[in-house]
């Protein structure tokens, strides 16, 4: 089915009052011109927004961020190298 152009609810699934199909606002070509930075932001009873998306690495807490995924990351590795009951 084509999300952006047309949504039919299934028969099975009650329609709401007045509802019978939804438009999406903008093509899949313009989807896909979006910059990296920028999202939709789809949300059930709200209009599309967009947003605009700053990786993590470029955020104020970057460091402690980068640290905690770090410690995490030598964690998991040790469970993996020493799983329980072995000899």
């Known amino acids: 089915m084509d999300f952006a152009s047309e949504y039919r609810m299934p028969s099975a699934i009650p329609r709401p009052r007045g509802l019978t ?3 999406f606002p903008v093509s899949r070509s313009q989807i ?3 910059p990296k930075w920028q999202g939709l932001l789809l949300v059930t009873g709200r209009p599309v ?3 605009s998306m700053v990786p ?3 955020r104020p807490r970057a460091d ?3 640290a ?3 410690s995490a990351l030598l ?3 040790a469970r993996a190298n020493n799983p329980v009951g072995a000899p």
Do not use: G, K, N, P
């Open 49 to 51: 927004a967009m947003v």
């Open 64 to 66: 402690e961020i980068a």
């Open 75 to 77: 964690a998991l590795t």
């Open 32 to 34: 896909s011109a979006l």
């Open 21 to 23: 199909q939804r438009h």
């Open 68 to 70: 905690a995924h770090e």
């Open 56 to 58: 993590w690495f470029r």
